[in-house]
RNA sequence: GCGACUGUAGCUCAGUGGUAGAGCCCUCGGUUGUGGUCCGAGUUGUCGCGGGUUCGAUCCCCGUCAGUCGCCCCA
């Protein structure tokens, strides 16, 4: 008795696989965003999935509960191997592959990768477990120029704005200085009887951080009454008109120009511009933003709400949305970073870095129905089989084909004519070529388009 | 990790305490060497899984798993 069992096939949520159509899209976006990579000079590396745990770990514990960690099934408990995990980003990765391989790399260093992450996180639409990301990030020894940062949102924007499908797509690059935001907390110290002052603790000061953060979704309101609440839970009284609300305001608005943000900057004297980091940060922002004077209007603004997650960032910070949809999360975002393979190597490797999140960018163009989905193979023309014992003058002709540039499939069997037809109109491969179906006879196309059908000669054929 | 909702054919979904349905898809046919339309015929299910109530459960109850959405966090 061999009863059959079968194992329904179900997808794993957060691992998306996709039709040969789609795949095909996906392939083009992947060409069109490495040629544009290339162009400016950044080279290609690809590291392994995995990486030691300890590796990931030197990036602090926030990303923890998203590691997947990898090891044998039959592991015997005396089993000593280092711990792996599959990479979360390839941020780390790249700064692991800087140190490992310092001596033989040149500086500054300009590469892109296109690979796999993985995160352990509730998959919702525009989150997934297992997804594509696209960096470009250039690392320096020592020094590395402010004009870098300018020049990652510009490369960005003519990646994105060109992407096939992206046409009627509004995004918006939206970047920010975390030293501003710092230099503020900073500020903020409660001062002493005798002159001196106390700092925020860090874990005070990441809470305020997540709550401005939100403040495009929750509102300047909510955001003030939420500071005021863990403040007042850590023993001070921001208040909801002190310090904190000319901070916030000046956080609302998306600055077009380094110009519109010195002029807000000014008219709001409150904030403690006293603060060298705090102006360390703007003149910084003021910068980058100058530099990216030549884009649309509104492709890129300044906007201090923008924080980031990963606590790796020190400078620039970047993040990218549908303006008509910014909850839908940021579709490209990255940042500098002072010192990144400092837990590597004992190099002082500032860098910057974006990173496109293709997966999640893809997708939604997938679902809204603005990819430019079309054949089903990449043939373009099908090589009827008249019969059996004209196969050999059917393979030679696709082959002549094939050797001047043409994808060309071979039906597989001599089945009727209506029934190979069929077959080329449901994959929609464009031409149908029809090799004699006697002796003497001449070759003939069909454009599957027009109907219209030609003689034709393998040598000279051109489309139509 | 927390909360809400959902789970019937490959897909989208109806349905009832008493032997399971539609549309799409798929396969074949409508003669001789030509697709998309049309017409005809046909295949398809442990009704997510486990337990309980019942003479009897796909339907009611409990559990579990999976999925979707929100929160957290992020690309």
């Not at 990301?133 to 924007?157: G, K, R």
């Not at 096939?164 to 503020?184: A, D, V, W």
């Amino acid at each position: 008795m061999n009863e059959k069992r079968i194992h329904k096939p179900r997808p794993v949520s957060g691992f998306p696989e996709w039709l040969p159509e789609v795949r095909m899209v996906e392939l083009a976006w992947f060409d069109h965003i490495r040629r544009i990579f290339e162009s400016y000079g950044f080279c290609n590396i690809e590291t392994p999935s995995v990486e030691e745990l300890d590796v990931l770990h030197a990036k602090g514990e926030d990303v923890d509960k998203e590691i997947y960690v990898i090891e044998r099934l039959h592991k015997e408990d005396g089993d000593k191997e280092a711990r792996l995990a599959l990479h979360f980003d390839q941020t780390v990765p790249l700064a692991r592959y800087t140190a490992q391989h310092f001596n033989e790399l040149t500086f500054p260093f300009k590469r892109y990768q296109m690979q796999r992450v993985w995160r352990g996180e509730r998959p919702q639409a525009g989150r997934f477990r297992e997804f594509y990301q696209c960096d470009i990030d250039v690392i320096a020894v020592d020094n590395l120029p402010l004009h870098f940062d300018a020049e990652m949102p510009a490369i960005m924007w003519e990646v994105l704005s060109s992407l096939p499908g992206m046409g009627g797509e509004k995004i918006q690059i939206r970047i920010s200085n975390r030293k501003i935001l710092m230099g503020f907390l900073e500020g903020l110290a409660i001062p002493r009887p005798d002159g001196t002052t106390i700092p925020l603790s860090a874990d005070l000061k990441a809470e305020i951080v997540r709550d401005i953060d939100k403040l495009e979704k929750l509102g300047k309101k909510t955001v003030l009454q939420r500071i005021d609440g863990t403040g007042s839970r850590a023993g001070i009284g921001f208040g909801l008109d002190g310090i904190i609300l000319p901070f916030i305001e000046l956080c609302e608005t998306a600055y077009r120009s380094a110009d519109e943000l010195e002029i807000a900057l000014t008219n709001s004297r409150d904030i403690n511009t006293g603060n060298s980091t705090l102006k360390e940060g703007i003149e910084e922002l003021s910068f980058v933003m100058d530099q990216l004077k030549h884009l649309p209007g509104g492709a890129v603004v300044a906007d201090l709400s923008i924080v980031r997650g990963l606590d790796y960032y020190t400078g620039t910070v970047y993040e990218t949305v549908f303006t008509g949809d910014p909850g839908y999360g940021s579709i490209c975002s990255g940042g500098r970073y002072d010192d990144l393979a400092g837990s590597y190597i004992n190099k002082h490797l500032p860098g910057v870095g974006i990173s496109i999140g293709f997966s999640r960018l893809f997708d939604r163009l997938r679902q809204q129905g603005k990819l430019p989905v079309g054949a089903k193979s990449p043939a373009d023309i099908l090589m009827v089989l008249p019969a059996d014992d004209r196969r050999a003058e059917a393979s030679e002709t696709a082959r002549i084909l094939r050797e001047r540039g043409f994808n060309v499939e071979l039906y597989h069997s001599a089945a009727k004519i209506k029934k190979q037809m069929e077959y080329a109109g449901k994959k929609s491969i464009p031409y149908v070529w029809f090799p004699p179906f006697e002796d003497g006879q001449p070759h003939e196309v069909k454009n599957m388009q027009t109907g219209e059908q030609q003689k034709a000669d393998a040598q000279t054929w051109r489309r139509s």
